[in-house]
Structures are given as structure tokens and as C-alpha cells.
């Protein structure tokens, strides 16, 4: 703890509360997470503001204790309008993109409400769902399938939910629909333009012969991509299809050679399932080279600090000085090395811990 608000004696008897509690793991995390109530409370912050604290800290210990379960189970979160209809060709289509994907080892994770949040998880079955509700005046209300396995938390604030359906996720189903689902597609396309998120894949999925997201292709080729304030190649990282089977083998399919990646200082690490062979890599520094701020891409092994950690040290690895500034343009790279001859075929990615 590094507040100088907090008396030394506080920061003691923190500790010392923990140690009687019988905690032992991770004790300065939880330590600062006590001392940041203790500052709260000398800074005179007004009661809605901790209201509002409380109830956040609340709300996502119980998403984590909810998710903590299915911590090595692979999970796609789709998102959807609640008011999608179940004779809707889109609740089918859902249904059909749920369904599949359970088949190949997955869980979904949806907002636990109705319309194409129930046909989710009415595709995967209630033991491959988890829900993440909003408490509402209206519409959200955990549906039937949710409710039944009690696999669901309701939350108060959109913004803590909204974490939770993006953090334990490893791929992400956009299906057309309003206001928030918007907001939740374009919060994912953030995320990943500006590398505050790992790579994911992420599906546009439409009925069949849906224009949906083709309306939103055309507004970012005739308005937003000329106008200069999106690259050229943003929605390049996005599958618009209307086919659940392409939209199941974009999700599956990303985890074929990449498995994870992980900054070294200003050099990236990327943990592969596969060794690439000299000329995988002689054509990956040809065709990425410019992503680069110098030097090659080359093979390695596990670096120091991930051995100290066990951190993948079976995988082998590609290290490169990658340009921190161009990180949105990494799919690029990470398509490249699913494409490899060397790549084994895909499999549900190793779910990690942080």
C-alpha cells in the first residue's frame, strides 16, 4: 500500500485483520483494495459515490465467484436485442450459433435476459450457460433457462456487467440489435483498436440475407473511414456473416496456433501451439516487418520471468519488437500464424488466469 493518507497503524491493523481472516494469498492486492475503503471514508466522499463503490465491489465478487467454476472452460458471450421474437429468423439463427458452438466445447455467456439472450442460451443448453442480468424496470429479468441453473448474477450498474461479459470471454457474437448492443459492439471494437483487450474474435452474425451489418460496413466505408477517423482496415478484424457455421469456425478457428500473448518491456511475446518452421518465419518478417520498430520476429523460448511464473512454458514462442502504437493491427499477424502449414487444427483456447 502506497496511500500517505493512511496512518501506518491503519495500514497494520489491515494486515493484521487479514492475517486473522486467515488470508494468505495475494495479500497486498487485498490489502490495497481495504485501504482504498479506509480512503474513501477520509476523504469525506459523499454517500452516493460509496453507494455506488459498495455496490460495484459487490457486484463483481459475485460475477467472480460465479465464473470461478468454469475458469478452464472456454466461454463466447453474445450479444442481442431482447425483444428479438422466438418465430424472429435471427432467435433461430441464435440458437443454431449456441448449439454449435457447445458441441465444440464451449460455454455461452449472455445477459441472461429474453430474445436472443434466451435463444442463446436455449442453443447451448443450460449447462453450458452463464447469464450476467441487469436489474431493470422493464425487459431484463434472468430468463427460464438461466434461472433454472442457477448459473446467473443481476446487477445494478451496466458498467459492471459489461465487464464481466467482456473479461471472461474468449470470443464475441454481435447479433443485430439496438442501443445496447451497439454499444456493447462498438466497446469490443475499442478495446481492440486501441490494445486495451488481447486479441479476440469477434462475429457479426445476421440472418440469412441480413443487411444488418452491411448497413454498418457502408457507413464506415462512406463516412468513417474518409474522414480519417478510423484505419482503412478497422473492421478487417470482424466477421460479418449470416452463416452460424463460418460465424462457429471465426470463433474456433482464431485459437488454431495463437494461444496468448504478453509484453516483455517494449518486446511482445507470442505464445504459439505449434514451432513455426524457418520459412514460416522468413514470411512473416516479409509481410510484417513494417509493424516493427526494429529487428526481426524470431522463435525463443519461454523468457525468464514467465519461467519464474510458469507462465505457458511448454509453448514455443515468436518475439519481436513490435510498434506499441500499431497494436490494433495485430490480428493481422495472429491470422498469419493460423495460417501456417505448421499449425495443428483448432482447439478450445487454455483459459488463463492474470
Known amino acids: 500500500m502506497t496511500d500517505s493518507t493512511i496512518p501506518p497503524e491503519v495500514t497494520d491493523d489491515i494486515r493484521s485483520l487479514l492475517a486473522d481472516a ?10 490495497r483494495i481495504l485501504a482504498t475503503g479506509v480512503g474513501l471514508g477520509l476523504d469525506t466522499t459523499s454517500r452516493l459515490d460509496l453507494k455506488i463503490t459498495s455496490a460495484a465491489l459487490s457486484e463483481m465478487r459475485l460475477a467472480f465467484r460465479l465464473f470461478a467454476p468454469y475458469r478452464d472452460v472456454p466461454k463466447v458471450t453474445v450479444f442481442g436485442s ?3 421474437r422466438p418465430d424472429d429468423p435471427l432467435y433461430v439463427r441464435t440458437v443454431e450459433l449456441a448449439r454449435e458452438l457447445a458441441s465444440r466445447g464451449w460455454m455461452v455467456v449472455t445477459g441472461a435476459g429474453p430474445g436472443i439472450m434466451q435463444a442463446a442460451a436455449e442453443g447451448a443448453g443450460p449447462d453450458n450457460s452463464l447469464g450476467v442480468s441487469i436489474r431493470l424496470p422493464f425487459e431484463e429479468k434472468p430468463n427460464a433457462i438461466v434461472a433454472a441453473s442457477a448459473r446467473n448474477v443481476a446487477m445494478k450498474y451496466f458498467f459492471t456487467r459489461k465487464l464481466m461479459l467482456v473479461k471472461e470471454s474468449s470470443g464475441f457474437v454481435c447479433m443485430p440489435g439496438g ?3 451497439l454499444d456493447e459492439m462498438f466497446e469490443l471494437l475499442t478495446l481492440q483498436q486501441t490494445g486495451k483487450a488481447e486479441p ?13 451489418w452491411q448497413g454498418l460496413q457502408r457507413f464506415a466505408d ?3 473511414i474518409p474522414s480519417g477517423v478510423i484505419s482503412p482496415d478497422d473492421l478487417d478484424r470482424v466477421l460479418i456473416t449470416d452463416s452460424a457455421e463460418a460465424a462457429a469456425e471465426e470463433i474456433t478457428g482464431f485459437w488454431r496456433n495463437y494461444d496468448s500473448l504478453r509484453w516483455m518491456g517494449d518486446r511482445l511475446v507470442l505464445r504459439l501451439r505449434a514451432r513455426p518452421s524457418d520459412a514460416e518465419i522468413d514470411d512473416l ?6 509493424l516493427l520498430t526494429h529487428g526481426r520476429i524470431e522463435r525463443t523460448g519461454p523468457r525468464r520471468r514467465e519461467v519464474a511464473e510458469d507462465d505457458r512454458v511448454d509453448l514455443p514462442r515468436l518475439i519481436m519488437h513490435f510498434d506499441q502504437f500499431r497494436v490494433g493491427e495485430l490480428f493481422h499477424l495472429i491470422r498469419a500464424v493460423n495460417a501456417f502449414d505448421s499449425a495443428p487444427p483448432a482447439s478450445p483456447p487454455v483459459q488463463r488466469r492474470a
Open 200 to 212: 479476440t474474435p469477434i462475429v457479426l452474425l445476421d440472418a440469412t440475407g441480413g443487411d444488418f
Open 179 to 181: 442501443f445496447g448492443t
Open 82 to 84: 431482447a425483444r428479438t
Open 285 to 290: 518478417n516479409e509481410r510484417f516487418s513494417h
Open 22 to 31: 486467515g488470508i494468505t494469498e495475494d495479500v497486498e492486492l487485498i490489502s
Open 222 to 224: 462512406d463516412h468513417l
